[in-house]
């Protein structure tokens, strides 16, 4: 893949690794989930591609929708604060909610989105996350299924951006700035 100027990437979890661990959380959905009509929500835009390799590893009827939070933009730390950028576009009332996002860094987004599924009377709610970096968690949030935890520094790829660069990337890589 090529870098822009000034910036480098280091494979931290391959493909490989990722698509074996992605199919286990699959699995145990689908145990977990067993004759509960399932709703995935998954968090736009980092969420695109673990969400569509989740769903296929999931042997169960299930709902999809999308909500798009206020992202970091170009920098590579949150700001701290939580908005809606784009909204459910189904009711989350008496349903089974799992909600799926890329990476936990602080917890903040979450956080917000836990209390906002129970406020508009979701059945229950868990998370899924890819990646956890629990070492920069400011609110603790409940991570029922968890792909894998990182160090504290920026990654990159498979779904996940920097200013919208190396979504595309199959691993998930560390960026690292000269
Ligand atoms: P939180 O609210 O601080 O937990 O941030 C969660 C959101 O921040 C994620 O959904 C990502 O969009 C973004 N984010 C946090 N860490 C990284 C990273 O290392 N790479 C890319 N995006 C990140």
Do not use: W
């Not at 689908?30 to 296929?56: E, H, Q």
């Not at 956080?111 to 868990?126: D, E, L, P, Q, T």
């Not at 951006?161 to 690292?176: A, G, H, K, S």
């Amino acid at each position: 893949m090529q870098t822009y100027p000034g910036e480098q990437l280091e494979v931290l979890l391959a493909h490989s690794e990722i698509k074996h661990r992605v199919e286990n959380l699959g699995k145990r959905i689908t145990m977990d989930y067993d004759g509960k009509p399932l709703l995935l929500v998954g968090i736009l835009k980092g969420s695109f591609i673990f969400m569509a390799d989740l769903i296929r590893s999931i042997d169960l009827p299930v709902a999809i929708d999308f909500m798009a939070m206020s992202s970091y933009g170009a920098a590579t730390k949150s700001s701290g604060v939580v908005r809606i950028l784009k909204d459910l576009e189904q009711s989350v009332d008496g349903r089974h909610v799992l909600v799926v996002e890329d990476i936990v860094d602080t917890g903040l987004t979450l956080n917000y989105i836990f209390g906002h599924m129970r406020s508009r009377g979701a059945a229950s709610v868990k998370i899924c996350s890819l990646l956890d970096k629990p070492s920069r968690r400011q609110v603790a949030v409940p991570l029922h299924y968890k792909g894998f935890e990182i160090p504290d520094e920026f990654v990159v790829g498979y779904g996940l951006d920097v200013d919208e660069r190396y979504r595309n990337l199959p691993d998930v890589c560390r960026l690292i700035k000269e």
